[in-house]
């Protein structure tokens, strides 16, 4: 993982999260998959497990442990009903980040082009 994805992750990896979860419950390791998936590749579990822990200790998922068809049980995550609220909160701040981050960007880049 870059050091760029690195740092964008600390901010983003609770939001991704808590948006996998909204179907269902699922584990940590089918989570880190799913991120793969979405591509952000190479999220270490030091960094999904801390996550899915904080979330819990807010109380926006909470945890259950089922048996496994390939090993020991797992340890599920779902969202609460905080959770999707926080989830809501958080999408909207993310609406309003990237409208305000693409509109300095292409600001700037028109900026730039113009004084070309």
Known sequence: MSDSTSRLL??????CL??????GPDYGL??????????????PGGSLYPAL??????GLVSTSTRPSASGPARKYYEL????????AARRAEWRSF???????LE?????TE???
Request: glycine letters at 6%; zero cysteines; aromatic letters at 4%.
């Open 30 to 43: 089918s989570l880190m998959r799913r991120l793969s998936a979405a591509g952000l590749e190479d999220v």
């Open 80 to 87: 609460t009903a905080a959770g999707r609220n926080e989830l």
């Open 10 to 15: 600390r901010g983003f990896l609770e939001p």
């Open 114 to 116: 113009a004084r070309s």
């Open 53 to 58: 822990t904080r979330l819990e200790r807010r």
């Open 98 to 104: 990237r409208t305000a981050f693409s509109a300095i």
């Open 18 to 23: 808590l948006a996998l979860l909204t179907p």
């Open 107 to 111: 600001s700037s880049t028109a900026t």
